[in-house]
């Protein structure tokens, strides 16, 4: 079955930086798009970025534009965030998922989800 497994998460203060990775299996790697999706508690899943199975297109939400960096591995079948340049208001669960087809910015239109990884920023 498909698995996703994020880790890389943790306290970071302001304007310091975190890499998150996403382990994926039981599934065709390149075959998927993917993407990174964050949660605070009361609100829904927020998309914060996403790339393409195949023609390697990447896209990032106007929030983390410019400080996020998302990429993936085919060799590891990994998935990354980088996170630069990080804001107390970027404190979230960061989520893992995928679909086949193109980027979505609706969590509804994913398929599989990790468990999570918290991100906390302190100011």
């Known amino acids: 079955q498909v698995q996703l497994v994020e880790s890389g998460g943790g306290l970071v203060q302001a304007g310091g930086s975190l890499r998150l990775s996403c382990a994926a299996s039981?599934?065709?790697?390149?075959?998927?798009?993917m993407g990174w999706f964050l949660q605070t508690p009361g609100r829904e899943r927020e998309f914060v970025a996403g790339?393409?199975?195949?023609?390697?297109?990447?896209y990032t939400g106007d929030s983390v534009k410019g400080r996020f960096t998302i990429s993936r591995d085919y060799s590891k079948n990994t998935l990354y965030l980088q996170m630069n340049s990080l804001k107390s208001e970027d404190t979230a669960v960061y989520y893992c998922?995928?679909?086949?087809?193109?980027?979505?910015?609706?969590?509804?239109?994913?398929?599989?989800w990790g468990q999570g990884t918290q991100v906390t920023v302190s100011s």
């Open positions: 998922t995928v679909r086949r087809g193109d980027v979505r910015t609706l969590a509804a239109d994913y398929d599989f």
């Open positions: 790339i393409a199975c195949c023609g390697r297109s990447t």
């Open positions: 039981g599934l065709t790697f390149s075959s998927y798009t």
